[in-house]
């Protein structure tokens, strides 16, 4: 089955917000509430930034927050800091037989 | 703390098999479900396939059935990962992650490093 689609790469300065779309279809995004974010950083482990669409775990920045309209998911962060910077990757459940997909990925500037 | 780590990778011949490892600690790994993630040098993170907690559901990404076999050991707090006829584009860092209730991968190990080449 085919990848979220997300943008290559988005950018900010320090301090102002971005947001990272993640387009998927009926069966995925748009049917289940069940979209997570992971960031990873260049040579590291991803890490989960949010889980079923909008909550954050334990530990997570309340600048990072999420949401769901339709088909689409974003991830928005605000207060950009260089450490924001890296990959961030959106996942959902599918329901089907390959039972998650995730998007391509996009990276996150910090000017 | 919950702790994954990842064994068996390395450099395999096409056609070749390997079979991954991953043993868990800091947590009940009987009551979750387990996955594994790959990531093709460059590349993006894909979803490989998932195992229930009782070994009862298995899941495996279309384009990996019939290659890939999923399996656990509870009584020894690992998951594997058995590849066959391994192909250059299964070349990647295997991630180990757990599956929380509510469908996530919320905790990842280091990964596994497996070089299809001949």
């Known amino acids: 089955q085919s990848a979220l689609t997300q943008p290559a790469s988005v950018s900010g300065s320090p301090g102002q917000s971005i947001t990272i779309s993640c387009t998927g279809a009926?069966?995925?995004?748009?049917?289940?509430?069940?979209v997570s974010w992971y960031q990873q950083h260049p040579g590291k482990v991803p890490k989960l930034m949010i889980y079923?669409?909008?909550k954050r775990p334990s530990g997570v920045s309340t600048r990072f927050s999420g949401s769901k309209s339709g088909n689409t998911a974003s991830l928005t962060i605000s207060g950009l800091q260089a450490d924001d910077e890296g990959d961030y990757y959106c996942?959902?459940?599918?329901?089907?037989?390959?039972?998650?997909?995730f998007g391509g990925g996009t990276k996150v500037t910090v000017l | 703390d919950v702790q994954l780590v990842e064994s068996g990778g390395g450099l395999v011949k096409p056609g070749g098999s390997l079979r991954l490892s991953c043993e868990a600690s800091?947590?009940?790994?009987?009551?979750?479900?387990m996955n594994w993630v790959r990531q093709a040098p460059g590349k993006g993170l894909e979803w490989v396939s998932s195992?229930?907690?009782?070994?009862?559901?298995?899941y495996y990404e279309d384009s990996m059935k019939g290659r890939f076999t999923i399996s656990r050991d509870n009584a020894k707090d690992s998951l594997y990962l058995q590849i066959n006829s391994l192909r250059a584009e299964d070349t990647a860092v295997y991630f180990c992650?757990?599956?929380?209730?509510?469908?996530?991968?919320?905790?990842w190990g280091q990964g596994v490093l497996v070089t299809v080449s001949s």
């Open positions: 992650s757990r599956s929380s209730a509510k469908k996530d991968f919320d905790y």
């Open positions: 800091g947590f009940t790994f009987s009551s979750f479900s």
């Open positions: 195992i229930s907690r009782d070994s009862v559901y298995k």
């Open positions: 009926i069966l995925d995004v748009g049917k289940y509430n069940i």
């Open positions: 079923e669409v909008t």
């Open positions: 996942c959902s459940f599918t329901g089907r037989s390959s039972l998650y997909v």
